[in-house]
């Protein structure tokens, strides 16, 4: 059945390593996937110790009966599995209304033979089963008729038929249809294999994120026992549909690998779950093109985000979270690992803080995640920039005098030394840990804003006009040319400034 010992599922042609209850197969178009999928399915051949539904990536036809289908699924033990195996299964719905009418039926039995289900008016075949489908569609209702079909209905009570359904309503019908099927008939003393190729195609991204909540619901309603002998094995390029699994704890990922027939299935660890949003947003990555940006501490990604809305379009990130150094370089690490098996042109950005590094140094990349470091010891002390300090209606002079006032006032107050410190400096503190002024800052300027608002409008309004003032105290200074140009995606100083200065060193 399955190799306890090593924790591996598999045939000589394809091997599942360390599988979890939830198993998601990435990997480029090309690199094998179907191939490896179909392969495992043929563990189903043992019908001893397997239990396998093996559903193809192109579910054609509509969630009609037919007379056809039926026979040959009745007369032919091999027919469904002989369609399901090629890309492409014709008639694919027509047998999913087949898996429900079955479904119906076996339940039916269990009323004629448990008394406690009899009992209990609240539990029918609508309660049981058909919730879990209607909970995924919006527009219509899917119902079970006296004389044992199904019919779907609008919301206005009006008949709808299966050709009019959308493509992504009559597709994730069929699915649920199926995954209620295979789960029906799990048993703890086999090996129970749900093998999903692409089962985002025709879904709309809110309905994968849907039919990925419902698939985690279904295995929840599996006796312990079977839970522990039952597997989802799913190919998708969905990443709504992989970060909705990914909330799960049952859930791991693996990379399939063009000309390698295993597959090493590894667990969703803590930091990708701060960058699961971008993968999991719609706008992000399919219409806008934003670019996964990771950050250090809540703070930096206000300043970006708001940076992104200042700008109007000429800053395209989506800001992901990082608390510490250790879990930015393993999300780093993750980003790349999962945008390379899924993109063909991955591209994330990273910026950290300086830390009081005065060597102005660049770091490598971490795969497609290419790395920056602020220019100054952390986003506070771009506060301190010409360009934040104008956006406060202060000069560094005029900030000064202000500060001095503040002092005299605030003697006792605790920051006192740091910022008598910082204003007698020659740098302005750019190489200090100012997090504890922020706020005296904002407030000695007399501005009523957060300093993450007073940053993040600066940086998008020079993005905007593409106007980055140089100088020895410039924010395009404090952040770097070259963060700077891989935030703003331009390649040359006249593009980013629209002047004609000389090319930002790549």
């Given at each position: ?18 599988p ?6 990435v ?7 179907s191939?490896?999928?179909r ?31 039926s026979?040959n ?24 209304k ?6 119906a039926?076996?339940w ?7 008394p ?6 609240s ?5 049981e ?32 038929t ?9 597709e ?5 249809s ?22 985002d ?21 599996l ?23 990914a ?17 090493t ?14 993968f ?16 250090e ?47 063909d ?16 140094k ?13 220019h100054?010891y952390e ?8 360009d934040?300090?104008s ?51 904002v ?35 404090f ?8 935030i ?5 100083e ?13």
């Amino acid at each position: 059945m399955i190799n306890e010992q090593e924790k591996e599922i598999g045939t000589q042609g394809a091997k599942l390593k360390k599988p979890t209850r939830i198993n998601i197969v990435v990997g480029r178009n090309g690199s094998g996937k179907s191939t490896f999928l179909r392969e495992l399915s043929k563990l189903g051949d043992d019908t001893s110790k397997y239990h396998v539904s093996y559903l193809s990536p192109e579910r054609a036809g509509e969630f009609v009966d037919d007379a056809n289908v039926s026979h040959n699924i009745q007369h032919n033990p091999t027919y469904l599995k002989g369609q399901r195996d090629k890309n492409q299964a014709a008639d694919f719905k027509k047998a999913s209304k087949l898996r429900l009418k079955e479904l119906a039926d076996r339940w039916g039995l269990r009323l004629d033979n448990d008394p406690e289900i009899r009992k209990d008016s609240s539990r029918t075949f609508d309660s049981e089963f058909l919730v879990h489908i209607n909970q995924m569609l919006s527009n219509v209702t899917l119902r079970r008729e006296r004389n044992g079909g199904f019919a779907f209905f609008a919301l206005n009570g009006d008949s709808v038929t299966p050709a009019e359904l959308s493509s992504g309503e009559s597709e994730v019908v069929s699915l649920a249809s199926e995954v209620m099927h295979f789960f029906d008939l799990c048993e703890a003393t086999k090996t129970n294999l749900l093998i999903l190729d692409e089962p985002d195609v025709h879904l709309h991204p809110d309905l994968q994120a849907k039919f990925a909540r419902f698939v985690i619901g279904q295995i929840g309603r599996l006796s312990h026992d079977a839970q522990k002998s039952s597997y989802v094995i799913l190919a998708t390029h969905s990443t709504p549909m992989i970060c909705e699994f990914a909330i799960s704890p049952m859930c791991s990922i693996g990379t399939k690998e063009l000309y390698l027939n295993s597959v090493t299935q590894r667990p969703i660890a803590e930091t990708f779950k701060n960058i699961a949003p971008f993968f999991g947003h719609p706008l992000s990555r399919f219409i806008g093109g934003d670019v996964p940006l990771i950050v250090e501490g809540e703070d930096d990604v206000r300043v970006w985000n708001q940076a992104c809305r200042t700008s109007e379009g000429k800053i395209r990130v989506f800001p992901c979270l990082a608390h510490s150094k250790p879990e930015l370089n393993a999300l780093e690490r993750s980003c790349d690992g999962l945008m390379r098996a899924i993109y063909d042109d991955p591209k994330a950005l990273s910026i950290r803080d300086g830390d009081g590094d005065k060597s102005r140094k660049e770091i490598g990349s971490e795969g497609c995640v290419v790395r920056h470091v602020l220019h100054c010891y952390e986003m506070e002390n771009i506060l301190l920039t010409d360009d934040c300090l104008s956006e406060m209606r202060n000069t560094w002079d005029e900030f000064k005098a202000k500060a001095e006032t503040w002092i005299k006032s605030n003697q006792s107050h605790p920051e006192v030394n740091l910022l008598k410190q910082v204003i007698g400096s020659s740098d302005r503190g750019r190489d200090t840990k100012l997090k504890k002024l922020r706020n005296i800052i904002v407030g000695i300027s007399e501005i009523n804003k957060d300093w993450e608002i007073v940053v993040g409008q600066t940086i998008g309004r020079l993005a905007k006009n593409k106007d980055w003032p140089l100088g020895e105290f410039s924010l395009y200074e404090f952040v770097g040319a070259k963060a700077i140009a891989s935030i703003t995606n331009t390649k040359s100083e006249s593009d980013l400034r629209g002047t004609t200065r000389s090319t930002v060193e790549a």
